[in-house]
């Protein structure tokens, strides 16, 4: 009996087969990347949503859909199209944390002129060491450190953003908004830098710093919610710091039947565009989502009652200041987080604490601590921080009021200054390693 040929279905099967495991090697050999190029559609998504209840009332409004489709918002975050001085600011919106967008506040700089040229980044900053992390962000998933060329050679495929301290090395293109150039100069905690190839929610989270946000290009949706709705919004709190938290709520399936009180929280909204900031006050609950390429950078300042202006004379509030030259709290060089004054002395040791203290009355030993292993991630040989903080408290003293540390020793304060001061003298006397 003659076997019968092969019919075309099968043949045809096989050669599809053989064609896709080329493609795929193909694709696999020349891009090695584990996804596709991300959309760059900045206007793919409309917001704030348009929204109609489901046919089914059984089914809660916005039930698995993103957070705002669950209610309608209670309008826009308010907006200048000019930013005010420092104290103009702090009198109307920082001293009774109340949300403002400034339109076009940051136009002509040069990281907005130069960030957007092809390989600019690459070719200028590519051997940085930078941060990433997943974009649709999950509590247990921490960042990766990697050099920024391979982010900017894959971050279009990959679910990746940065997220970052913005590095010494491009500070300088960066610069301090005119709102900040006195009195909250003093204060100002540390810059980030974000960006993404779009497709980013963030969680519903808050900060223990002011933040001042301002959009480089691209365009990302603001939510901004008060505070005093945390308890309706599965929130959890991040002692020891203040006002820091997150909603472990999914952003983007929100199940109503679980949560039926986010129907009741009101909310705010505002979309950013290149050269526009956003203040969110500290403590406010927000979740941020991007489209298309964005690059962002975030100025945090403490929000400490000890803020005065008497600085703010003579200060041309026009006059640009690089991000380099501002005074941040801390820097980011050579992929480590330092304290940017690498000789404290008793003033700027105490002046450090009462930053960290931000608007709480009293410095606990849990902030102290969590200050103390921050500062010493980058030395190898330290005190413990029990020692550390007998330096400046009694026997069995777990806080300090804020006039207590406004009056310690000089002496006291000195000896602790030294102390924080070993990352930076540590590094700068790093052995070299023997060369055979």
Request: glycine share 6%; net charge neutral.
């Amino acid at each position: 009996m003659v076997r019968p040929a092969v019919g075309v279905h099968e043949a045809t099967r096989r050669r599809m087969l053989l064609i896709l495991v080329a493609a795929v090697s193909s694709f696999s050999f020349c891009f090695a990347k584990t996804g596709f190029v991300k959309d760059q559609n900045e206007d793919l998504i409309k917001f704030p949503p348009k929204i109609s209840p489901l046919p089914d009332a059984a089914i809660p409004l916005g039930h698995l859909r993103p957070l705002g489709w669950q209610r309608i918002p209670d309008g826009e975050v308010v907006q200048l199209f000019s930013m005010p001085g420092p104290q103009e600011f702090h009198e109307k919106f920082v001293s009774i944390k109340k949300p403002v967008v400034f339109r076009k506040a940051i136009e002509d700089i040069s990281a907005i002129k130069n960030w957007n040229k092809k390989n600019y980044l690459k070719d200028t900053y590519g051997d940085l060491d930078i941060h990433v992390v997943v974009k649709k962000e999950v509590l247990k998933s921490g960042p990766k450190k990697m050099s920024f060329k391979k982010f900017l050679k894959e971050y279009n495929y990959e679910d990746w953003y940065l997220s970052n301290y913005v590095p010494l090395e491009m500070m300088k293109e960066l610069v301090l908004p005119k709102c900040l150039k006195c009195g909250f100069r003093r204060w100002l905690m540390e810059s980030e830098i974000w960006m993404s190839s779009g497709g980013t929610a963030s969680l519903l989270h808050s900060h223990a710093d002011h933040d001042l946000h301002c959009l480089l290009t691209g365009r990302k949706d603001f939510i901004l919610i008060d505070p005093k709705h945390k308890n309706s919004l599965s929130y959890h709190d991040k002692p020891p710091y203040i006002g820091s938290g997150y909603s472990d709520m999914d952003m983007d399936r929100i199940n109503m039947f679980k949560h039926k009180s986010v129907a009741d929280v009101p909310w705010i909204w505002s979309t950013l565009r290149s050269g526009d900031c956003i203040f969110i006050p500290a403590g406010h609950l927000h979740q941020v989502r991007s489209y298309g390429r964005s690059i962002s950078s975030t100025n945090h300042f403490s929000p400490s009652p000890d803020v005065v202006f008497d600085d703010c004379s003579g200060v041309d509030l026009n006059e640009t200041v690089p991000l380099n030259e501002a005074g941040f709290m801390w820097t980011y060089k050579d992929g480590k987080l330092l304290l940017s004054n690498s000789r404290l002395g008793a003033a700027s040791m105490k002046h450090h604490l009462l930053m960290v203290m931000r608007d709480q009355e009293t410095l606990t030993y849990e902030l102290f601590e969590a200050f103390y292993e921050e500062t010493m991630q980058q030395a190898r040989d330290f005190p413990d921080v029990e020692s550390s903080w007998r330096l400046i408290s009694s026997e069995n003293q777990t806080s300090l009021s804020r006039n207590e540390v406004k009056e310690l020793k000089n002496e006291a304060l000195q000896k602790l200054a030294g102390v924080f001061n070993i990352p930076h003298q540590q590094l700068a006397t790093k052995p070299k390693r023997d060369e055979l």
